[in-house]
Structures are given as C-alpha cells and as structure tokens.
C-alpha cells in the first residue's frame, strides 16, 4: 500500500473566466504538497491566463494560443501528469463534500479493479449544502466529464479520447475501453460535485440544443460502429432513427429534423475512422455490458 498518493486536479477552459475563478476559489482549500492543480487555457481572449496566473500562482497553467479544442486539452493534461489519481473537473463545477481527496483515496485502495470514479453530480446554479444520499456506489457503463476521477495507471492502458468525437461521447468510448480492458467505472456517491448549469435555460437556446442534439446521438452512433458486435448494429441504429421519428417527430417536434440529418452525414463521414479503431465487444462481452447499471448523469433534490 502506498503512503502517499500525488493527485491533480484537471481543468480546460477557455472564454469562462469568471466561472473559472469561482471554481478555483471553491477548491483552493485542497492544493498542497500532494494535491495540484492545472489549468489549460484554450484559446481564451477573455485574459483569463493572465488572471489565473495572478490570483492563482500555485496553480500551473497552460494555454493554446489558438483553441485546438476541449478534447485535445483533457488528452494532453492527463498524459502529461505524474499523479496517481487525476480528477477532472469542468470550469464551472466544485465539489459539495470537504473532503474529496480522502474519498478517492479511501475507495481506490479499496477497489484496485476501479479505474475511474464517476462523481454524484448536482446539476444547477442554486447553492446546496446537504451532501448526504442513501445511494450507493455501483458499477456503471460510463461517467460525466464535468466530474470524476482517473486511476493513472487505467488510463495509460487505453487509447486516448478520439478528438474526432468534438465534445461529446467521448466518455463513453473511455468507458468501453476500460470494460474492455476489465477496469471498472465506478458511480461513487459520496464524492459530490455541483456542475453550475441551468438546465431549463441551456433547453430554451434553439441554436444549443440543435448542437448538442447532434453531437449526442451521433456519438451513440459511432460507439455503435466500434464496439458493438457487427450483427447487433443494423438492429440498434434503426431503432435509434425510428425513436427520434417516434418520440419527436411525429409529434411535431420538428427542430430534431435538421441536426438528425447532419448527425446522420456526420456518421457517413466518420466511417473510415470508425472501422480504423473498432474494438468490438464479444458477445460475453457485450451480454455483460448490458447488465450494468446506466450511467448516473443527473442527481436531483
């Protein structure tokens, strides 16, 4: 058993500069010897570099003169890091519990087949302060990215996050890759983590939700294409579209019409990348996969 773990904790941002600073001032109280924090500036113009480097200066920051994308930096930080364990983090999450550390420490010594902690996320902009659950921790299929927690040494065992995935899914394909590799995607409760978002608001904006639309079911469509076993697609995209036709369009939601199609010629164009880095489940594998819990995205009072 290890005395001392290094931890780091992970952060891309780029034009939030407020958000950052708040989230920053929320976890400062952790940052010490073995606790590290990095910031990787995308592309901001915001002067957010120049803020966090004089509010922050235990903090280490990097920066993209021109953003090469959120995908490239959550790559590039966690293959650059020494830690044992490296929690990521949104710039606009902080954890509701004070102390995280000690409960991802705890629960990897405990768990040595666990090589990712999914946080309990809190999803609002309205403060909350009652961290208790009667949830327990589960093994699930997949995690959120505003908020868990890598086992080094699981990630350095699987490919990188495909950074033609563009924000979005990529969690998922992680996730396959580590039940392939026989790592464990844990849904921890205890580790609570507040993502300030306002959900109703994001659904409002027509233009935010035809991108996310998009980006979404197109990613449930790429991990079809590399990791199902070859007979289960064909089956698992036409109950995908025929869903979107039932459940939306059919019922005159009719904005799901153009990034449906967009999503659809983005799977076309994808295809060569998609048949390069397929990883096909068995079907053991896969019969076992289906047996896992979903994962927990949204935790509501």
Not at 144 to 153: A, D, F, L
Not at 244 to 263: C, M
Not at 271 to 284: E, G, V, Y
Not at 287 to 299: D, F, G, M, P, T
């Amino acid at each position: 058993m290890k005395s001392v773990y290094k931890i780091s904790i992970l952060i891309s941002t780029k034009n939030r500069c407020d958000e950052l600073l708040y989230s920053l001032n929320k976890i400062k109280y952790l940052l010490g010897p073995n606790v590290g924090c990095v910031v990787f500036d995308d592309g901001s113009n915001d002067d957010t570099y120049k803020q966090i480097a004089t509010l922050f200066p235990e903090v280490e920051l990097k920066r993209n003169p021109i953003s090469k994308g959120y995908i490239y930096c959550r790559n590039k930080m966690l293959n650059e890091t020494d830690a044992d364990f490296a929690i990521s983090l949104d710039d606009d999450a902080h954890f509701l519990v004070e102390n995280p550390i000690e409960i991802i420490i705890d629960y990897f010594e405990k768990n040595r087949d666990c090589g990712l902690i999914a946080a309990r996320i809190f999803w609002s902009k309205q403060s909350f302060q009652n961290s208790t659950t009667n949830e327990i921790p589960q093994q699930v299929k997949s995690f959120v990215g505003c908020g868990h927690v890598w086992r080094m040494t699981a990630w350095r065992g699987i490919p990188n996050y495909p950074e033609w995935f563009e924000f979005y899914g990529e969690e998922n394909f992680a996730s396959f890759q580590l039940f392939k590799k026989k790592w464990k995607v844990d849904y921890v409760p205890e580790l609570f983590v507040q993502h300030r978002v306002d959900l109703k608001e994001r659904a409002k904006s027509k233009s935010v939700f035809a991108f996310r639309y998009r980006r979404a079911i197109r990613a449930d469509w790429y991990t079809y294409f590399l990791f199902s076993p070859i007979l289960k697609i064909p089956k698992k995209m036409a109950y995908s579209i025929w869903m979107q036709f039932k459940t939306k369009i059919f019922k005159g939601d009719f904005k799901v019409i153009q990034p449906l199609f967009l999503a659809i010629l983005d799977l076309i164009i994808a295809f060569p990348k998609l048949i390069k880095h397929r990883n096909a489940l068995t079907s053991k594998e896969y019969q076992a996969y289906l047996q896992l819990n979903e994962a927990k995205i949204y935790w509501k009072l």
